[in-house]
């Protein structure tokens, strides 16, 4: 962890794939009282409420997994990631962000954030920040060494995990 952020990756083949993924993570934050903040480029509202109908877990926290905003935005730009950052670490110690696209996508979002929080050091010192960047397996083909190197670690459906436990023979590269 590089200061008080870390960067998870996570991998999935489908918007099925992706919810199911997460809901495990999502219901054991939320029912810690975290926040989840999403910087999706695919909507999976509907999923996440299907989904969420036909499994048992408290109805209280089925209503928090579903205030969280599973709409995709748009926010790109040094602004947009701007005013969301701010927003978003406004009150909170702990502050989770899903980041969900193709890895152009996640990379230039991952750039700006960085940004971002480079200008905030001091602001952020007591914060812990979570990045979750989810790469759709299509998308990213040759490219997983790379990202596993830009990250600390791993989700997948049984949790946060180290990467050498999920990829045997995996070693970082060092810059």
Not at 45 to 67: D, G, P
Not at 75 to 93: A, H, P, S
Not at 103 to 122: A, G, H, P, S
Request: proline share 1%.
């Amino acid at each position: 962890m590089e200061n008080n952020k870390l960067r998870i990756c996570s991998f999935y083949v489908s918007d099925w794939h992706l919810t199911a993924m997460l809901l495990p993570f999502i219901e054991e934050k939320t029912e810690k009282g975290e926040i989840i903040n999403t910087i999706l480029e695919k909507n999976i509202t509907y999923n996440m409420k299907e989904i969420l109908s036909r499994i048992k877990i408290s109805n209280r926290t089925k209503e928090q997994i579903l205030k969280i905003d599973w709409k995709n935005k748009s926010l790109i730009k040094y602004g947009e990631i701007r005013k969301f950052m701010e927003k978003v670490t406004r009150n909170q110690k702990t502050v989770t962000i899903l980041v969900e696209g193709n890895k152009d996508r996640i990379d230039y979002i991952n750039k700006n954030i960085d940004k971002w929080m480079q200008k905030q050091e001091r602001k952020l010192k007591r914060k812990e920040i979570k990045i979750i960047n989810c790469y759709e397996v299509t998308e990213f083909n040759n490219n997983l060494q790379e990202i596993l190197d830009k990250h600390d670690k791993i989700l997948n459906t049984s949790g946060i995990h180290e990467i050498e436990e999920m990829y045997s023979g995996y070693v970082k590269k060092r810059a």
